[in-house]
Nanobody, 123 residues
């Protein structure tokens, strides 16, 4: 398993930006594809973005396409989520997750999770 710690959440006004970071404690980070998920109050956890082991391929939820960018730095064991043009409906707890698969967008494909970081977007 991979130990994951998210950071970078906070309160931002609509239209603003935030950058989430996720630090991974694992011997070979590029053995894992990574994903960002979010869970709003009263809603199910949903995928936001995913990235392959090398970072060469990405996948985004339709709701964030063109606004969010997932990236990774394998030399630093880090994955990032740059969030621009934030909307109140982006308010949620954001989770970083790791999977040994090539690229995954289903919750059940991920076996390592961080503790989450709160993102709140005010209108």
């Amino acid at each position: 398993q991979v130990q994951l710690v998210e950071s970078g959440g906070g309160l931002v006004q609509a239209g603003g930006s935030l950058r989430l970071s996720c630090a991974a404690s694992v011997r070979i980070f590029n053995n894992y594809a990574m994903g960002w998920f979010r869970q709003a109050p009263g809603k199910e956890r949903e995928v936001v973005a995913a990235i392959t082991r090398s970072g060469g391929n990405t996948n985004y939820a339709d709701s964030v396409k063109g606004r969010f960018t997932i990236s990774r730095d394998n030399a630093k064991n880090m994955v990032y989520l740059q969030m621009n043009s934030l909307k109140p409906e982006d308010t949620a707890v954001y989770y970083c997750a790791a999977t040994p698969l090539y690229l995954a967008t289903r919750l059940t494909d991920y076996d390592s999770w961080g503790q989450g970081t709160q993102v709140t977007v005010s209108s």
